[in-house]
């Protein structure tokens, strides 16, 4: 038994070191201690709710009794640090180093271009170091497998995967066939593009750089080069803790941690933990504190007492007799899948039907870090409705085994064991010891199903379990199922029994559909919505049981139905990347070569510093904000009291703090700081809390209590419209005559399209470092895109000249157009709060703050009325266009704009008359995001050209062709288009992605399958460079070049992860002459480039890029005498020589564009943009029209990008925009409640793309002798053109929708919106299911923003 007097003291292993803690604080998680107590800020803290593996760390235990050393991947975001009492944990410091050796996992995630913004990167070569830890040589479903839980919003996951791939026996597998095959093809390497192979075109392969899949051995211009990896050597790996294995005190000796609130016990057996209980009513047993976690940390729950049971044999063991299998409570999910995996193997197939099924189920079960401490008992206790695994407990009538301090007993887990929303029957001081589960009998089946919104670690909309037993007449015996998301808790549904007794045939199957419709009613507001998606759901899991079932006894089925039965799985995906290869003369000139960007190694490596790794200041104080709970709402009172009176609280801000005349800000001024009278949106600022720690400024902040009188929010685009709720801006434009060409077309349709809202969901959140320095200076460390606006908005809240506020930006972890604006105004907190108590201040949001906060991309709504002729050519079109701006305008006027001038995207009409509304909602402000409306308008134009298509009968690209811009055509505001690349990508993609061929094997498929159906289309892009605003037209350098000949080059661009130091350094080297080694940018800083535009519209490279070469023309100007005089000297000799004879070694350089003339006002001018980028895709998938589910199989892109500065780093745009597109058009959807409450604040509930979603085969070409002589080296810009090619998915998705209600007779013309979720499309695929549910308009969410 423990001492309760006396705190025990907490014992671990980091990175080898012992750790001693003698005062540890319970509350803490791993992550905090990691980070604040021993500096390893490699770990990040991306979500704290364990949904995107940023923190992953490796744990590694000594199992006694198998006597092996078992290393796991965790949430250190989760894991409280009493946990890892006795265990040693390895973090990505603890691996390698730049410093001393980089671990061959950090240098392959680097070397292949894996690592953009960074951010994600130390927990995914965490992840990546563990699989290899556990396996030497994995298999490429392992690599899958182990990133579940990871997530990157940068890279689109295929560099890191190529990069990883090296590591697999497949790879090794696939050389060593190369090197086959090269034999059996007289020396060439044959390679997946087949017949396409670039060794068999006509001399093409000398201009093409390859990578990936299409290998090549001894190609020169290849991404990343292999072979030139360090190998892998297991041998070399850090040995476990010798203490921890000698010695079993750890293990066996209970132990008590007690800190200010809360006390930790860990006792060692059965007896004490029931008489800890007994002690401490109200103590929460802990597991993996996966779902404890999210609750503490997210919904402010508190527990004065955990209890970790984690060294009680009863509940950490599995026990399998003959009849059944007994699991401990505590046991992990993984302990079970691989002890089921065991069971599969050796046991018979009918006896392990159970743990098939548990075992197909827990591969979608949360990611490997979840799996890996989650235990089965804390997932039955906590009874979440859509637990996945309840549902085959409940429809086996599992055994629970519950014991307490006054005796055992034994419950089933039917329909009587949950009591209520996550209640249950088991009492206060009783504890779960264990479940058990039976053997299946000969005659027994056992199956269940998921759907999620995403496949990979994603909760289940809805899930299910049937347990069926029948006669050898195919009698039913005995029937049982049970559902998860049908309900506030797990289902077993009643009349299904009714069965029992029928025969298990297709009369059976109709009868069952009646009955699970009785047994499943849901009311149309019933929460989580999706009301008839989800009840036609349970009738597809029924229907594929049924044929599942059929085809194991051999009742016959017809073959075309066969195809419900297959599952979505991940399976390996193979890609190829062409580029041109640049001949460059000098080693030097890296201009057109694929470096890899300079931070990469820094990044894998965890020694790259974001905000929250700088290291702490003395006397530093944590803000935690007091935001607004109502989205329209007087405010009445705000009452600190209680937040004063907490520990650690030092001060506080409120709107008084701010002189009444700086009070209001925003980009149109129409915005408060703090809020003191009325809230117009949830997440607006009221003030805020400083103590002297995060954990205790946070705690404080839930101590305020604030008072509202609510009134009726306008939420949604159609609310707006309806109560004429709009900002008097309008962005219109108007060409030609439409009123009177309209009516004169053969053929006019009206439509509509929408998009709704994206999160921008960058891996850092927002954060600040506000540091008050001599006077009135002040230093703000800052995760902006933007300095300058910063340095101006700071300036102005605290009243002094924007020469005294230094604004530093040293990388951003993510950005894309969320940390343009929004952050403007929570540096201003930092540095209030910083000036008033004269104390540096951080400011770090967590993910729900920022989700709920700093808003997204504006949701579109576009009509249109379009006149054309029989051909298909367009020659008018009226459209209509809103946009969601939310409570302030910010952008919006700008996204609006932007929006309007692409709304024909390559589609040449010469009559258009287009008018834009924008919105005033009570929601957070939307802002920029990548592509800045381009990508919704874009969206409608697709839709308008499939639309004349359809209503003609005629195919799509014949109709793209006939409409699609060409060289010297106008754009609707009268701008010639000038290298018009547009139709050779179109042309190349449709070439290259075999199209024609492709789109007939994809009709037959669908002739032959019922249940999957397949779509096929193409997209293009034509993208406007440029902001429109000559102003902004302009950029800054700097160049210092010191005595030992190194380069320090600052520009005026932010580093986000697109890699724009990397090419900045690139030009520099180039111009300069120099070797890229020889020049190092630190950081974005408002000292020493004045008046920087935000590093946003894909603009940076082309601007800063210019004035990098304008500084070092300057310099190379001063230098060439010295040259000229000793032309073989070094440049190091020529520096100095420079120096002696007291020549300026710096030079500021200056770029500006030429003037844009388009005057929204009058609607007249003829140039808005610089130049266009171009672009075209074509995607092929797989839809399951039972369950909505979708894959995709093939993506090709062919994206014009001039001369690319670097190939690598274009292509990662490329294929990262791609990603984030394909979220925006297909997974992402921000659940919002009618009383605007976002309803998905976290990766948990938002999902973004993971690695399990990225096309099958990926291939990505840059058009080939295309230049631009309007930017820098002839290249491009990048960042944000390729993200509208992503809606290829959707409108393949359409296609394949499209066969499935052909094949029922459905023919009409129907819109499918974006995002194209698995509910849209399953019930967009009408047919004999979904006809037996009552359509339902769920009010419990908006539907469209
Ligand atoms: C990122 C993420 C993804 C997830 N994905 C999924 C998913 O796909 N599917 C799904 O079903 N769930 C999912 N979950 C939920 C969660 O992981 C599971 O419910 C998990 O099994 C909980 O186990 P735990 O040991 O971590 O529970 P804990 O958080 O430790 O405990 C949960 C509750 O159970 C109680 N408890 C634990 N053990 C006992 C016991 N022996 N006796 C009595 N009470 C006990 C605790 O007191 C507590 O109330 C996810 C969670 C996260 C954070
Ligand atoms: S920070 Fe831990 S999973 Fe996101
Ligand atoms: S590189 Fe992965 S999130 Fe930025």
Redesign the pocket.
Same mark, same amino acid.
């Given at each position: 038994m423990v001492n309760n007097d006396k705190s025990g003291v907490l014992v671990f292993y980091v990175n080898g070191k012992q750790i001693v803690e003698e005062n540890v604080n319970p509350e803490w998680t791993l992550l905090m201690y990691l980070r604040t107590k021993l500096s390893l800020c490699g770990t990040k803290l991306g979500c704290g709710?364990?949904?995107c593996g940023a923190c992953t760390v490796m744990v590694s235990k000594y199992d006694r009794k198998s006597q092996i050393i078992r290393h796991y991947p965790v949430n250190a975001c989760?894991a409280p640090v009493c946990s890892l009492h006795g265990l040693a944990v390895t973090t990505v410091e603890g691996i390698g180093s730049t410093k001393t050796k980089l671990h061959s996992v950090q240098e392959r995630i680097a070397k292949a271009h894996g690592s953009q913004c960074g951010f994600c990167t130390p927990g995914i070569v965490m992840s990546m170091y563990t699989l290899l830890r556990n396996h030497g040589k994995p298999k490429m479903e392992d690599l899958k497998v182990a990133f579940q839980g990871n997530l990157c919003r940068c890279t689109g996951y295929r560099p890191i995967i190529e990069g990883y791939k090296t590591f697999t026996e497949d790879w090794e597998v696939m050389q060593a066939a190369n090197v086959m095959t090269k034999e059996n093809t007289n020396g060439l390497n044959r390679c997946g593009m087949g017949d396409k192979c670039c060794k068999l075109q006509n001399g093409t392969t000398s201009t093409n750089g390859i990578n990936g899949n299409h290998e090549h051995q001894n190609d020169v211009g290849k991404l990343f080069e292999p072979s030139k990896f360090v190998p892998y050597e297991s041998s070399q790996e850090p040995i476990f803790p010798p203490e921890l294995k000698l010695n079993d005190t750890y293990d066996n000796t209970s132990v008590m941690f007690k800190g200010e609130k809360l006390t930790w016990y860990r006792p060692t057996s059965m007896e004490e933990l029931l008489q800890l209980l007994l002690q401490n009513p109200g103590a929460?047993?802990?597991?993996?504190?996966?779902?404890?976690?999210?609750e503490v940390k997210f919904k402010q729950q508190f527990y004065s007492c955990y209890i970790q049971?984690a060294m009680v044999l009863e509940?950490n063991q599995i026990v399998v007799s003959n009849e059944t299998i007994r699991i401990g #409570?505590?046991v992990t999910?993984d302990e079970i899948e691989s002890t089921f995996k065991t069971l599969i193997k050796i046991r018979p197939e009918w006896e392990t039907r159970i743990c098939q099924a548990v075992v197909e189920i827990l591969h979608w079960? #949360?990611g490997k870090q979840?799996r890996s401490? #989650?235990?089965i008992?804390?997932?039955i206790?906590?009874g979440?409705p859509?637990?996945?695994?309840n549902p085959i407990w409940m429809a086996i009538r599992a055994r629970l085994h519950l014991r307490s301090i006054s005796g055992n007993r034994t419950v089933l887990m039917d329909e009587h064991f949950y009591t209520g929303y996550r209640k249950n029957i088991?009492n206060p001081h009783e504890?779960?010891e264990s479940i058990e589960i039976p053997f299946t009998r000969r005659n027994q089946y056992v199956y269940a199903h998921k759907q999620s919104r995403r496949r990979d670690?994603?909760?289940a909309i809805v899930n299910s379990a049937l347990n069926l037993v029948l006669s050898e007449s195919l009698q039913i015996e005995d029937i049982n199922i049970a559902f998860g998301g049908m309900a506030p808790t797990t289902i077993a549904v009643k009349k299904i029994t009714q069965l029992i007794g029928q025969k298990f045939d297709e009369k059976m199957l109709e009868n069952a559909y009646q009955l699970l419709l009785d047994d499943l009613p849901l009311s149309d507001n019933v929460p989580g919505g999706m009301v008839s998606y989800r009840r036609s759901l349970a009738l597809s899991f029924f229907f594929r049981t049924y044929l599942n079932i059929s085809k194991q006894l051999n009742v016959p089925i017809d073959p075309k139905d066969l195809s419900a039965l297959d599952k979505f799985t991940s399976k390996p995906s193979k890609s190829s990347q062409y580029f041109q290869i640049v001949e460059n003369e000098h080693v030097t000139d890296t201009i057109g070569r694929p470096i890899v960007h300079t931070n990469a190694l820094n990044q894998a490596t965890g020694e790259a510093i974001y905000i929250d790794d700088v290291p702490i200041f003395e006397k530093e104080l944590h803000l935690a904000l007091i935001f607004s709970k109502k989205s329209y709402a007087k405010i009445l009172n705000v009452d600190l009291s209680k937040a004063l009176a907490a520990p650690h609280v030092v001060d506080f801000i409120l709107p008084e703090d701010i002189p009444k005349d700086r009070q209001t800000c925003g980009m149109m001024g129409d915005e408060e700081f703090l809020r003191r009278d009325l809230v117009t949106s949830q997440y607006q600022v009221l003030g805020g809390i400083l103590a002297t720690n995060q954990l205790s400024a946070k705690q404080a902040v839930n101590l305020v209590h604030v008072t509202y009188d609510e009134l009726k929010p306008v939420v949604s685009i159609d609310q707006a419209i309806e109560e004429n709720s709009f900002y008097s801006f309008e962005a219109k434009i108007n060409t030609g005559n439409v009123s009177e060409v309209i009516p004169k077309c053969k053929n006019v349709i009206v439509g509509e399209a929408r998009t709704g809202y994206q999160e921008h969901f960058y891996l850092e959140p927002h954060a600040f470092l506000a540091v008050p320095r001599e006077g009135e200076e002040m230093e703000v460390y800052a995760s902006s895109q933007d300095q300058s606006g910063l340095s101006e908005t700071v300036s102005k809240l605290l009243g002094v000249e924007q020469n005294k506020v230094v604004i530093k930006i040293k990388r951003i972890g993510g950005g894309f157009g969320g940390k343009e604006t929004t952050g403007r105004k929570f540096a201003c907190y930092a540095a209030l709060a910083a000036r008033k108590t004269r104390r540096p201040v951080r400011l770090v949001l967590e993910r729900d703050e920022d989700m709920g906060a700093t808003g997204g991309r504006n949701p579109f709504l576009v009509k249109y009325k379009l006149g054309f002729d029989d051909n298909g050519k367009i020659h008018a079109a009226k459209i209509n266009l809103f946009l969601n701006a939310g409570h302030s305008a910010d952008m919006s006027f700008a996204v609006a704009m932007h929006g309007t001038a692409h709304i024909t995207n390559s589609t040449n009409i010469a009559n258009i008359n287009v008018i834009s509304k924008v919105c005033k909602t009570n929601l957070p402000t939307n802002t920029a995001f990548r592509g800045f409306g381009n990508p919704q308008t874009n969206f409608a134009a697709e839709c308008m050209l499939r639309e004349v298509a359809e209503y003609l009968n005629k195919d799509y690209v014949e109709i793209a062709r006939l409409n699609l811009y060409k060289e010297g055509d106008l754009t609707i505001y009268n701008q010639p288009l000038v290298d018009c690349n547009v139709r050779r990508c179109f042309e190349e993609v449709l070439v290259n992605s075999d199209f024609f061929q492709r789109k007939q094997a994809v009709d037959k498929f669908n002739k032959e399958n019922r249940w999957k159906k397949r779509g096929i289309d193409v997209v293009t892009t034509t993208y406007g460079i440029g902001f429109g605003f000559d102003a902004y037209q302009q950029a800054g350098a700097l160049i210092l070049i010191y005595k030992d000949g190194s380069v320090l080059l600052s520009h005026g661009g932010v580093e986000m992860g697109q890699g724009l130091h990397t090419k900045m350094i690139q030009v520099a080297s180039k111009a300069l002459n120099i070797p890229v080694e020889k020049i190092h940018t630190s950081e974005a800083s408002s000292d020493k480039v004045p008046n920087t535009t935000a590093t946003v519209a894909s603009m940076s490279s082309d601007l800063n890029g210019m004035a990098v070469k304008d500084a070092c023309i300057k310099l190379n100007n001063r230098l060439e005498p010295i040259k000229a005089k000793n032309p073989k000297g070094s440049w190091e000799e020529w520096i100095m020589a420079a120096y002696n004879q007291r020549i300026s070694l710096s030079a500021t350089g200056f770029h500006r564009e030429p003037p844009v003339n388009w005057d929204w006002a009058t609607n007249t001018g003829d140039k808005m943009f610089n130049y266009f980028s171009f672009g075209a895709a074509v995607t092929e998938v797989e839809i399951d029209s039972l369950t909505g589910d979708h894959q995709i199989l093939r993506t090709d892109i062919v994206m014009d990008l001039g001369n690319s500065l670097n190939p690598a780093i274009d292509i990662g745009q490329i294929e990262g925009g791609f990603m984030q597109g394909y979220g925006l058009f297909v997974i992402e959807e921000m659940v919002t409640l009618p009383d605007g409450t976002f309803a998905s604040k976290g990766p948990?509930a938002y999902k973004i793309p993971s690695f399990g979603d990225i096309p099958l085969e990926f291939n990505v070409a840059l058009l080939k002798d295309s230049s631009n002589p309007r930017a820098v080296y002839s290249s491009k810009a990048i960042g944000e053109p390729p993200l509208f090619l992503a809606s290829s998915v959707i409108f393949a998705i359409r296609e394949a929708i499209k066969a499935a209600r052909k094949e029922n007779g459905v023919n009409e013309y129907f819109r499918l919106h974006a995002p194209a979720t698995s509910e849209r499309i399953r019930m967009a695929c009408q047919d004999y299911i979904t006809n037996k549910v009552e359509p339902v308009n769920s009010t419990w969410k908006v539907n469209y923003l």
């Open positions: 709710e364990g949904g989760l929460k047993i802990i597991g993996g504190n996966t779902e404890v976690g999210v049971p509940l #409570a505590g999910l079960f #949360a979840i401490v #989650a235990s008992g804390g997932n206790m906590t979440s859509i637990s996945d695994l088991v504890i779960l670690d994603d909760i948990g």
